[in-house]
Every structure is written in structure tokens, then in C-alpha cells.
């Protein structure tokens, strides 16, 4: 996963940052893209694309080991495998706050937890 620059404040990419990650990204032929936001209320983490079991590993190193103060923003996740789904049904049962889920993978963790 390649990093994004951030603007000189420390808050979200520049639109010309963000639009040479998409280059980037698009060359590579990545399926996620995944951001840090740090805010008052601690670390918003942006999920992008489609999440698979190939980069759930690269989204738990992102997440580490401070759970309370995590959030995910999962407005623009397009698609999750069945270890993604099991992976971020763990995080929401360990107080992960899942923003912007799409009311089908909501579904899907809810369900899949039965």
C-alpha cells in the first residue's frame, strides 16, 4: 500500500495528492485504499475499494492495538470476501465503531454472526 502526502496541517490529502494515488493505485491495480484521519475523537480509518483476505493483514497493522479510540469509515468499501466480513465483525464486537457500512454488508456481518 503506497502512502498518500498529506497537506501541511496533518489533515486529509491535498486533491492532487489524492488524485496521483488514484493514478497510482489504478497502475498497481489496487483493491483497497486505506487512510488515516487523526481527529479530536482519535483515528478515523478511511476503507476504500474492496477488501479481501489478501489485505485484512495490512488493515489490522493499520488498526493496531487501540480499539477504544478507532473508528472506520466504510462508506466508500464496495465489497468484502468472507475473511474481510469476519474480520471486521471481530473489530465491531471489540468496540470498532463502523461508520458508512452499506446496508448489504451490514446485513451480511449481522447475519454471518448468527
Do not use: F
Not at 481527529?39 to 475499494?49: E, S, T
Amino acid at each position: 500500500m503506497l502512502a498518500t502526502p498529506w497537506n501541511s496541517r496533518g489533515g486529509c490529502p491535498s486533491p492532487e495528492a489524492r488524485e496521483r494515488g488514484t493514478e497510482v493505485a489504478q497502475s498497481l491495480r489496487v483493491t483497497v485504499r486505506i487512510t488515516v484521519v487523526k481527529d479530536r475523537r482519535g483515528r478515523l480509518i478511511h476503507v476504500v475499494g474492496r477488501l479481501s483476505e489478501e489485505e485484512i493483514e495490512e488493515l489490522e497493522q493499520t488498526i493496531g492495538d487501540d480499539l477504544t479510540s478507532t473508528r472506520l469509515e466504510l462508506s466508500e468499501l464496495r465489497s468484502a470476501d468472507a475473511a474481510a466480513l469476519t474480520l471486521l465483525r471481530r473489530l465491531q464486537l471489540q468496540g470498532v465503531e463502523l461508520h458508512g457500512l452499506s446496508p448489504h454488508l451490514a446485513w451480511r456481518i449481522d447475519v454471518d454472526s448468527q
